[in-house]
């Protein structure tokens, strides 16, 4: 291990582990809405809609994500999309990543109890208050552990974006590795960073799910 | 778009599946032997047994696999040791599933009620008699949902291995679209394939999971 290349070349790093947690983070709050706004429209009842949404998500989960983002980023300007890489890889990871959370709140509306909706329909709430007052916040809570795993997998999944070119931590490594020849000490302490990085996320968010858990049962026991 | 350049690529697509699915299956089934050992480490009553494969289990599903084929890529060419891509693709790919699947088995093992296993004590069972008449049979029957998802998944992080120089559906794909300048229709086209490939397992997936309920409900 060389420490003094890590050192002099720690500046690109923090840069490229800004950029990072900046794609993470917008990319995944991207898909949290898009996926939320799919998992409502799947609500509807219009037949075309529900086919459209489930034909876009069986695409975006049935293809791997390297090859959406170089549709995106080598593909995207024949059809006028010109994008920058980051932007690209943003987008990707926002459109790939709303596929499975659609999913993940489509199965939040289908574990809350039909009865919980038959009763707020009886006691004579509409059925907009019934979705925004009853299901939505059931929905949610049980869909917390499935959106921090998927946030997770996520953050993993940033790595690829250094296949086309966003400057983001491990890119910035290679570029290191290439330039110092130490190809082996940067990807060790790519591994390294980022197994720190997951399993601190995944701690974060357990912790999280505890949370959420103990104020389920605490509702349930007042119930 | 212009069709027709995918059509023409039709042979240089297929080939590549071929080599994707083949990566993919050999992937699955050495990351299921190991994860298989994995499993069982975690399950032993040795404790340093039990810390070793908690060890491996975080490491390899918390470190991306774009590092992990990385790693293993120049890891023994540290060592002189010039490792065909092929193996660094396959070993990467089974090493990091194995992670997965050790979960997977062990969470299948976990939900085979306990009083099964007592009964089958109390009946005079042997210990090897209770793994392979009583525990294993359910178990790999709860896996196998699980397993073909697991399937499903590495078959597209299989795409990773086109940074290591493996000639699958991805590195085809990309090659197509240096070749005839059209990167739309060869991503569409190599994004067909993936699709193709992954529906129809889906659909086995479906299958087998209703073939088993029913065993269930028997």
């Known amino acids: 291990m060389s420490l003094d290349v890590l050192w002099r070349y720690l500046p690109s790093l923090v840069f490229g582990f800004g950029v990072t947690i900046f794609c993470w983070s917008v990319g995944g709050a991207l898909g949290m809405a898009l996926g939320f706004a ?19 998500i069986e695409v975006f989960r049935g293809t791997p994500f390297l090859m959406q983002l170089f549709l995106l980023y080598a593909a995207g300007p024949s059809i006028g999309l010109k994008l920058s890489a980051t932007a690209a890889g943003v987008l990707g990871l926002g459109l790939y990543s709303s596929a499975y959370f659609a999913e993940i709140f489509r199965a939040g509306f289908g574990g809350v109890p039909v009865g919980q909706i038959e009763a707020a329909r009886s006691v004579g709430m509409s059925k907009f208050d019934t979705l925004i007052r009853v299901e939505l916040p059931a ?13 997770i997998v996520l953050s993993k999944e940033t790595v690829v974006l250094s296949i086309i070119t966003v400057p983001e931590l491990m890119y910035q490594m290679q570029t290191m590795a290439a330039e110092t020849f130490t190809a082996f000490d940067a990807i060790f302490a790519m591994a390294v960073f980022y197994w720190i990085l997951v399993e601190a996320v995944s701690r974060v968010g357990s912790k999280v799910e505890a949370r959420v858990t103990a104020y389920l049962v605490s509702q349930g026991a007042r119930a | 778009m212009k069709p027709e350049v995918i059509l023409r690529s ?48 975080s490491v390899f599903r918390g470190v991306p696999l774009l590092v992990q084929l990385l790693f293993i890529y120049y890891f023994l060419a540290e060592f002189g040791l010039d490792v065909p891509a092929i193996v660094a693709a396959v070993g990467g790919l089974a090493l990091s599933s194995a992670a997965y699947q ?3 088995l062990r969470g299948a093992l976990n939900a085979v009620p306990r009083g099964q296993e007592e009964a089958a004590v109390a009946l005079g069972f042997t210990g090897l008699q209770i793994w392979r008449r009583v525990l294993l049979p359910q178990a790999l029957r709860i896996s196998v949902p699980p397993l073909i998802n697991e399937f499903i998944l590495l078959l597209k992080a299989s795409s990773l291995v086109s940074v290591v120089g493996i000639a699958e559906l991805t590195r085809v794909s990309m090659n197509i679209a240096s070749m005839t300048y059209r990167p739309l229709e060869a991503y569409v086209g190599g994004g067909l394939f993936y699709l193709a490939i992954n529906l129809t397992l889906a659909g086995f997936g479906a299958l087998a999971e209703r073939r088993l309920a029913a065993g269930d409900t028997r």
Not at chain 1, 38 to 56: D, E, K, S, V
Not at chain 2, 33 to 47: H, M, T, V, Y
Not at chain 2, 49 to 57: D, E, M, N, T
Request: one cysteine or more; proline letters at 4%.
């Open chain 1, 38 to 56: 799919i998992a409502l429209g799947r609500r509807l009842r219009l037949p075309p809609l529900r086919w459209a949404l489930r034909a876009y």
């Open chain 1, 139 to 151: 929905a949610l809570i049980a869909a917390v552990p499935s959106i921090v795993n998927m946030l």
């Open chain 2, 10 to 57: 039709f042979g240089y697509l297929t080939d590549a599946a071929g080599v994707t699915i083949a990566v993919s299956f050999a992937g699955i089934f050495i990351g299921f032997a190991i994860g298989a050992l994995i499993c069982a480490a975690r399950l032993s009553r040795r404790r340093w047994l039990k810390r070793l494969g908690g060890a491996y289990v």
């Open chain 2, 102 to 104: 050790a979960e997977i």
